[in-house]
């Protein structure tokens, strides 16, 4: 089954018309202040094949629903402390929902099934744990995965970069859906390397087949 691949932080209309060219089947737009990839407006180009992903930190639920409405949102990542009844109150709106754990060296942050979240979440993203809520550049110890049993499907992130294919390929578990790119793909903040990002597709997809995401 062909991964999931997100590309993150995206703010520039014609680079965003590139990256999207290349087959990425997500793109994460940040409205989240302090980050450097923070969206300030609509771009001049959005993506109509890739699904748009809005990246939110504990944002009100109105702030969410305009956000959606101006950018044609499908999908929200959450990286606060979103309640369960959060995520299902925007699963009920409409959306998809992907909610993000800080994950920590020792394998600490891996949600389970007593969690709360595997009844309002349609995947969960696992992520380097920082106090920036993500686009650290580093990576956790990937091995911990071996723990995760599930219910909820999940996308892999932090430090992730062009030499982390085959690293990426030898994760055993039948949650792993994908990844999700950011700062190591990246020319400027919010500005991504299309090169770059061309040759870990053909590599991180080579021997895969098509699926339905």
């Keep these: 089954m062909r991964k999931i691949v997100k590309v993150c932080g995206l703010t520039d209309g014609d680079n965003i018309r590139a990256v999207e060219a290349l087959g990425v089947d997500m793109t994460g737009f940040i409205f989240y202040p302090r980050s450097p990839r923070c969206v300030r407006g609509v771009p001049s180009y959005l993506p109509v094949r890739a699904q748009r992903v809005g990246v939110f930190v504990d944002a009100p639920f109105g702030e969410i629903a305009a956000r959606r409405d101006a950018f044609g949102l499908g999908c929200v990542q959450l990286h606060g402390s979103e309640s369960p009844e959060e995520c299902r109150r925007l699963r009920d709106a409409g959306l998809r929902v992907i909610k993000a754990f800080g994950i920590g060296p020792d394998g600490s942050g891996l949600p389970d ?101």
Excluded at 115 to 120: F, L, V
Excluded at 175 to 198: C, H, I, Q, W
Aim: proline share 5%.
């Design 113 to 213: 099934a007593s969690s709360g979240y595997g009844a309002s979440c349609d995947l969960f993203l696992f992520d380097t744990r920082t106090d920036a809520r993500g686009g650290s550049g580093r990576s956790f110890d990937w091995s911990v995965l071996d723990r995760y049993a599930g219910p909820v499907p999940f996308l892999l992130s932090g430090g992730i970069g062009p030499d982390s294919v085959e690293d990426l390929k030898k994760i055993d578990n039948k949650y792993f859906m994908g990844v999700d790119l950011n700062s190591r793909f990246e020319l400027a903040p919010g500005v991504k390397d299309t090169g770059l990002l061309s040759a870990f597709l053909k590599a991180f997809r080579s021997g895969s087949t098509p699926s339905d995401l």
